[in-house]
Structure formats: C-alpha cells, structure tokens
C-alpha cells in the first residue's frame, strides 16, 4: 500500500469541501452584540453596565492556560531530549518501575509501567500522539527517537492515537507488531501473548517474520504468538468467515482447503479486504478459487488481471487494494449517512 501517498478518498472530501460556501450570512445583525463587548459593558446590563471591565476576569483564566501549556510543553520537550515520555495518572496506582506514579511522572527508555486491576494510566507519545493504558496492563517504553516511538505491550489492553506520517509509531508484542499508519486503534494481550487489534481510525500494519496484515478502519484481527497476524475481518463479519480465517491463518497444517473453501462460502463484498489478503496466505492450488471469488464480489480495476494476482505481482495486487480499501473505508466513514455498494463504492 503506498501509505505516503494522499489516498484517493482524502482528495474527495478535500474536493467536496472546496466546493462548500465560503460565507454564511447570519439571520440578524450581529454588530450591536460585539459593539456591546468592546465597549466593556456586561451583558445584559445596559448602559449601566458600561464602563465595567470584565474582560480582565477572562483573561486571568485565559493567561493562566497558557502558561500552564508552556510549562507542559517545555516539561514535555525536556522529557524527550531525555529519552523519557511523560505519563499520566488517570486512576487508582500504576507503577512506574517499582515506584507508584504519581499525578504525572516520566516513563524512562527501558522501563515498564504496570497497571493493576483498578487503575489506568495515559503515556504521551512525544508530540505525535497519546495511550491510554488500561487495567491490568504491562507496557514498555522501548525507543523515544523522532523517527522511532516504540513500546512494548506485554499484556493487557492499550487505546491509542497517533497524529503523524506513517511508520513513527510502533508497539511490540509477543505476536509481531503493530505499525501506525496514521491511525486509532485498540490493542489487547493476553497472558499467552495472544490477541487481537481494532482499528477505529486510519490504518494499522501488523506485521510477524514474512506475514504482514493491513488493518482498515473498521476492521478486526487476532493475533496468535508463533503464527502473526491473522487475516483481517470486517467487525461485522458472519462467524463463519471467522472461524474459518482462525482455522486457516492460525492451524499448524496451513491453509486447508477445507478451511479455504468454508472462508470463500461465508464471504460478502465486505469481506473484500479478507479475501485479498488471502491470495498470498493459500497454497498456489487454491489461489485461482480464492481470485475468482474475490473478483465475483468485487470487480477488479483496470490493469488487474488473474495472471499478474495469481503470480502475487507486486504493483497488480496493490492497484486492487487500492480499489478494496477506497471501498471499505466508504463504507466506514458515511455509515448511517448514505448507503454505499460494497462492490463498487458508489452510493445508492
């Protein structure tokens, strides 16, 4: 996926709002309301009011903020310089090492933070993002570089959400890692270093020795330790495509045609985005059955021949994933608003 290129859905509703109005002219004169406030009169009061400053009352406030943001982002820029991330207490007693966290500490390269059953914590990814820690969690700060922001989540469950180009952010676990793409997702581990990610914003790699996984908004995937990611499935998936990908990603016989087959029964257009990631998991003896079902649900674009996805050709392959995600990232963002076909991606 070429991730550092604007995505065609963007440049939409970049389109769309270029073409929204560039002013709203409102119902009534506003200009009396404003001159009242230059004039220092307090609302409501009259002539009587004026002369009165409460501006300054708002100001104290406003004034107070900002120096708290500056010292917060002086502290925050203090704590990368010394390859530490500011972490946060939102409930009951977290551990930083083996020291109790306070309102807000800092969470050292090499240190983990742990939380029990009733407590929960936020990590401040430098500048780029933030984690929410949930309970009974252990996480590490591995890397706090500009071009490496890298923790690793031993067990429990993290939220988080990350403003920035692709491949900043990281988060380690027993079953691979997951890498942002511009994106909010949740991630949960379990004691055996099971687990699953979903994704409620952008984009998520998940990626273990050759299997790679891309994970849409909308989108789920569990994780297996000593297998990777599992093939990615939409959240309301039909339970037979469910167990069918877990018995085909995560069976220590491989992709069975049996399990194969039952995947390929269960689809929806919906399904497009597991189907696709299909083609490169299945023995070459299923790949043609898992084309023909992934082209009867969605047509592929020009340029996409069965020839180039049957030999897993790089630049074919991806001109289909282009089409697939466009379609199912449609259908996640307008859903509720308008009806979207999950072939084409066009509305009804």
Known sequence: MTDHDTPPEFRELRERAARLPKSIVPGRDLWPGIETRIAGTRPGKGEEGRGKRWAPWLLIPLAAAAVLAALLLGRRGALERRGAWEVMRVAGLPLVGSSPLGTTGALQVG???????????????????????????????????????????????????????????????????????????????????????????G??????????????????????????????????????????????????????????????????????VSLWHLLARVDPSLRRAVYDRLASLVPPPAGVTPEGALRL?????????????????????????????????TAR
């Open 111 to 201: 240190q983990w933070l742990e939380t029990d059953d009733s407590s929960r914590a936020v990590i401040l990814v430098g500048d780029i993002g933030h984690v929410e820690v949930k309970p009974d969690t252990r996480i590490r700060l591995v890397r706090a570089q500009r071009s490496d922001h890298r923790l690793a989540l031993e067990r429990g469950e993290i939220y988080a959400k990350v403003d920035a180009p692709p491949r900043l952010f990281f988060v380690d676990t027993p079953a691979g890692t997951a890498v942002d793409l511009g994106c909010a997702y949740t991630l949960a581990v379990d004691s055996s270093g099971n687990g699953a990610i979903h994704v409620t914003g």
């Open 203 to 272: 984009y998520v790699e998940f990626a273990w020795g050759g299997r790679r996984s891309i994970v849409p908004l909308g989108f789920r995937a569990d994780t297996r330790r000593g297998f990777g990611p599992g093939t990615p499935y939409a959240e309301d998936a039909p339970q037979a495509l469910r167990r069918a990908l877990a018995a085909s990603d995560f069976s220590s016989a491989g992709s069975g045609p049996g399990a194969v087959r039952r995947a390929l029964g269960a689809a929806r257009s919906e399904d497009a």
């Open 313 to 345: 050709d790089r630049a074919t392959l991806e001109r289909y994933w282009s089409t697939i995600r466009r379609i199912a990232w449609r259908k996640a963002i307008l859903q509720g608003i308008r009806d979207i076909d999950p072939r084409t991606g």
